[in-house]
T-cell receptor, first 114, second 114 residues
């Protein structure tokens, strides 16, 4: 079974631009969660999508948004990029919601904002 | 405020030795606690998941314990190997049903040296 894939793996943007990251979950998984990882803050939960609906949301500004398609693939969008948005963005999928299911992480997208 | 604190921040041990990593949390209502291993440049990989009623869980040389009364967990690594060098992240979920708040610890960076 193929693992979680994320595209692109690396991205360089400038302040004020917007970016869209993509995540393809493991086949059959219906939940996709997004995380931001920075050296100082560790992993922080952005949001979870389950069956095309946002089920959980972390404490991030509205510039961070996402969606999930009927095939469970998910996209995350960040608008009006700031320098502080530079981070590794990780996507994880699980069979059902994250309440008590093992999550499988993708390799991440490294975003650099100049 | 939900918090997860891990100690130590970093640790260096000799190959073959045992070590124990700590995780203290102030999360309510507690749902489950997970330990992840994250190799440099890769996404985290789940080691164990424990609910309120479970006080120990093993995965090969990794054994996690949970004391829900004191809100503490530990991850014990037996007979360490060079491949154990990684960051170990404690994650606690709070909430009930399908709505969970996920809080990550900063992680403990473990280096195993020959």
């Amino acid at each position: 079974k193929a693992g979680v894939t994320q595209t692109p793996r690396y991205l360089i943007k400038t302040r004020g631009q917007q970016v869209t990251l993509s995540c393809s979950p493991i086949s059959g998984h219906r939940s996709v969660s997004w995380y931001q990882q920075t050296p100082g803050q560790g992993l922080q939960f952005l949001f979870e999508y389950f069956s095309e609906t946002q089920r959980n949301k972390g404490n991030f500004p509205g510039r961070f948004s996402g969606r999930q398609f009927s095939n469970s693939r998910s996209e995350m969008n960040v608008s009006t990029l700031e320098l502080g948005d530079s981070a590794l963005y990780l996507c994880a999928s699980s069979l059902e919601t994250i309440s008590y299911n093992e999550q499988f992480f993708g390799p991440g997208t490294r975003l650099t904002v100049l | 405020k939900n918090q997860v604190e891990q100690s130590p921040q970093s640790l260096i041990i000799l190959e073959g030795k045992n070590c124990t990593l700590q995780c203290n949390y102030t999360v309510s209502p507690f749902s489950n606690l997970r330990w992840y291993k994250q190799d440099t440049g890769r996404g985290p990989v789940s080691l164990t998941i424990m609910t309120f009623s479970e006080n120990t869980k093993s995965n090969g040389r990794y054994t996690a314990t949970l004391d829900a009364d004191t809100k503490q967990s530990s991850l014990h690594i037996t007979a360490s190997q060079l491949s154990d060098s990684a960051s170990y992240i404690c994650v606690v979920s709070a909430g009930s049903g399908g709505y969970q708040k996920v809080t990550f610890g900063i992680g403990t960076k473990l280096q195993v040296i020959p």
